[in-house]
């Protein structure tokens, strides 16, 4: 009997939607050659993670087997499967393989953090396979949201494995390539070991459409529209951007791009070839000179973001473009849960300007990139897999979907990050727990999302922030009074004097009575002045802010 296995373990993307990174190895336990696919970022909120720029997966484990790595595979575009391939190349160093429009969008990224481009190598698709160690990984085209994603066909000494990637079943996308059911029957027709699959809308009943559906009802409605349209999608969905531009151009009108991921995405999209014929474009500043009834302004910003174009629409003015009552906006996406309130912010400051706004709560202007619960069902039935593991879903995504290859006779794994299985013989089993987390990107600076920076700040956001200043003399006696400078806290509280002053007299009055033997001793001192500022802040404000304490001793 083989010592060697065949190990998955998701580090980031199953228990949560985005920050995708998974792993698969294989060799003697510990011993394993490694590939990873993906390496996504997540999103920060208020809330959660306030000032965090990004979040990342903790690549601790992946990191301290650095030398055991043989690829990173990047199955397509969107940011939570390619926006961390730069943040974390200094940490793994290992070469990165994608197709052209991903390896395009992968290369800036790169080149941004200063690091080589060569890092990034683009492969052809299926039957192009490219060899990492023991593996062999071919890339086959699959339709999705963004241009040349792909599901990896991924052969090892134990069987091969199918990663689906994002996925759904368009047979007529538009842009980039078309389900190919008698491809899939093809792959699979030899035995597979397993299916690694996208959840993220096995919730949904109803088949999913193509996102050949949309055009006719986008063309519709812009051509009903009397002042100037604007529509945002996702930027990264090339296809939706070319049908919202081939509505406007139907229309009769000029279109202007607006929003640099937008531009950076169609830019890309041309150089590699997979968009062609796309409407002829107009700069902001001609477009001033072009009458609002003419005009269609494709824009980012359809979650809702503060810095994107429809947010900057919104406030007033963007590039010299400014809305009017009467004009038309469109929400030609799906807001993804956690962005309501922003995008919902925009509508009201739209509606507030006379825009009448359309979203997809009638379903007619959007189509998900996912797969709906029947298109995962025809999927797997043609693939045929000993295992189905679920992934890119949250925890109930993924027990809903092991549940639901359960009930068609197949055997359902539910693995969530840092849960190894090993993919060995016929019975799949978890193998170990690996400790798995986020890290930050803060600034320029990468934080562990327990080291306490961000609950520092989620604290002094909730309670204020005091600072306490007392000076001792060379012979450990105060000299003068101890002095406060107050964040974030009212200026007044119940005793309706100054905060600051019922603090400062409430610390005098605390060293006073503290003696020589607490005057000598600064963490006694530190202590008891956080305690004294906290309880006087709590009588008077309801609050107990953050405090910091600075004694300075005359030497």
Known sequence: MSNERLIYLPLGGAGEIGMNAYVYGYGRPGKERLIVVDMGVAFPDM??????????????????????????????????????????????????????????????????????????R????????????????????????????????????????????????DETPLVGEPFDPDLWAEVSKDGVKALICDSTNVFSPAPGRSEASVGPEITKLV????????????????????????????????????????????????????????????????????????????????????????????????????????????????????NEKGVIRIINQFSELGVDVVDDSTGRYHVSGHANRPDIERLTAIVKPQVVIPMHGEHRHLREHVKLADANGMTGVLAVNGMMIDLSGNQPRVAEYVETGRTYLDGTVQIGALDGVVRDRIRMALNGHVLVTLIMDDEDQPLGEPWCEVMGLAETGRSRAPLVDVLEEDLSQWVNRAGKKIWRDDDKLNEGLRRAVRQTAQDET?????????????S
């Open 47 to 120: 809330d959660g993670s306030p000032g965090v720029d990004l979040i990342l997966p903790d690549i601790s484990w992946l990191a301290e087997r650095r030398h055991q790595i043989e690829a990173v595979f990047i199955t397509h575009a969107h940011e939570d499967h390619v926006g961390a391939v730069a943040h974390t190349y200094e940490a793994l160093k290992a070469p990165v393989y994608a197709r052209a429009f991903t390896s395009n969008i992968a290369r800036r990224k790169m080149q941004e953090h200063g690091y080589p481009e060569n890092a990034i």
């Open 542 to 554: 309801g609050k107990k802010p953050e405090v910091t304490v600075v004694v300075s001793r005359l």
């Open 223 to 338: 051509k009903s529209a009397k002042g100037m349209v604007v529509a945002t999608t996702f930027a990264s969905n090339v296809a939706r951007v070319k049908t919202l531009a081939e509505a406007g151009e139907a229309a009769g009108r000029s279109i202007v791009l607006m929003g640099r991921a937008m531009k950076r995405m169609v830019e890309a999209a041309v150089e590699t070839g997979v968009l062609t014929d796309f409407p002829p474009l107009v700069s902001p500043e001609a477009a001033q000179d072009i009458q609002r009834e003419n005009l269609m302004l494709l824009v980012t910003g359809s979650q809702g973001e503060r810095r994107a174009a429809s947010a900057q629409l919104a406030r007033g003015k963007y590039q010299g473009m400014q809305l009017k009552e009467g004009d038309l906006f469109l929400f030609s996406s799906k807001t993804i849960p956690g």
């Open 122 to 169: 683009t492969v052809d698709a299926w039957p192009g396979v490219t060899t990492a160690g023991p593996f062999k990984v071919g890339f086959l085209p699959m339709s999705h949201s963004i241009p040349e994603s792909s599901s990896l066909i991924i052969d090892s000494p134990e069987g091969r494995v199918i990663h689906t990637g994002d996925f759904k079943l």
